[in-house]
T-cell receptor, first 113, second 110 residues
Framework: DSGVTQTPKHLITATGQRVTLRCSPR?????VYWYQQSLDQGLQFLIH???????AKGNILERFSAQQFPDLHSELNLSSLELGDSALYFC????????????FGPGTRLTVL | QKEVEQDPGPLSVPEGAIVSLNCTYS??????FMWYRQYSRKGPELLMY????GNKEDGRFTAQVDKSSKYISLFIRDSQPSDSATYLC??????????FGSGTRLQVQP
């Protein structure tokens, strides 16, 4: 157990809908990273937050957004969902902003029908 | 060309074998090297972390980094069926997001 929690474990929804994925980092970690993992794309970095502030963006679509709250948990919002958004979404946390030694949560499996 | 190349496998070995997993990279700015293990439908688990050339050992696992050749390896001694998973290498500069390899699927046959 990495200490990173994610909810829900599974999410099934329809195209055009909006969903929110939640992540709680390890105790003491200030950085949260979101990744998308699909079969044909591997693990893709989406966005990084440090202590409530956005620090870096990767291959994140405009339909996706995230935030980190004062208690350091983070939410990833996915809207206008498309079939191609079906994937595993992971969050990871680390102590600082050096992007290293990231600890991953169990993931949320999103299925868009 | 991808910054990090990793043979996708699958790699199938008998129990007790020594396994060698490898990644090559093209970005000389990478300073930090990690190996993650990912069981099916689970989150990646950090196995090894190193930031220098040479070897780092942890139990049955040895991580090797050769910065001059831009090549990293993970060796698993006395492999067990429980080692069957996908192994991801990851690299970082410390200034931007980690870059992951595509993963090598390992199957250890009992």
């Amino acid at each position: 157990d990495s200490g990173v929690t994610q909810t829900p474990k599974h999410l099934i929804t329809a195209t055009g809908q909006r969903v929110t994925l939640r992540c709680s980092p390890r105790s003491g970690d200030l950085s949260v990273y979101w990744y998308q993992q699909s079969l044909d794309q591997g693990l893709q970095f989406l966005i990084h937050y440090y202590n409530g502030e956005e620090r870096a963006k990767g291959n994140i679509l405009e339909r996706f957004s995230a935030q980190q709250f004062p208690d350091l948990h983070s939410e990833l919002n996915l809207s206008s969902l498309e079939l191609g958004d079906s994937a595993l979404y992971f969050c990871a946390s680390s102590v600082a902003t050096s992007y290293n030694e990231q600890f991953f949560g169990p993931g949320t499996r999103l299925t868009v029908l | 060309q991808k910054e990090v190349e990793q043979d996708p496998g699958p790699l199938s070995v008998p129990e007790g074998a020594i396994v060698s997993l490898n990644c090559t990279y093209s970005n000389s700015a990478f300073q930090y090297f990690m190996w993650y293990r990912q069981y099916s439908r689970k989150g990646p688990e950090l196995l090894m972390y190193t930031y220098s050339s040479g070897n780092k050992e942890d139990g049955r696992f040895t991580a090797q980094v050769d910065k001059s050749s831009k090549y990293i390896s993970l060796f698993i001694r006395d492999s067990q069926p429980s080692d069957s998973a996908t192994y991801l290498c990851a690299m970082g500069t410390g200034r931007r997001a980690l870059t992951f390899g595509s993963g090598t699927r390992l199957q250890v046959q009992p």
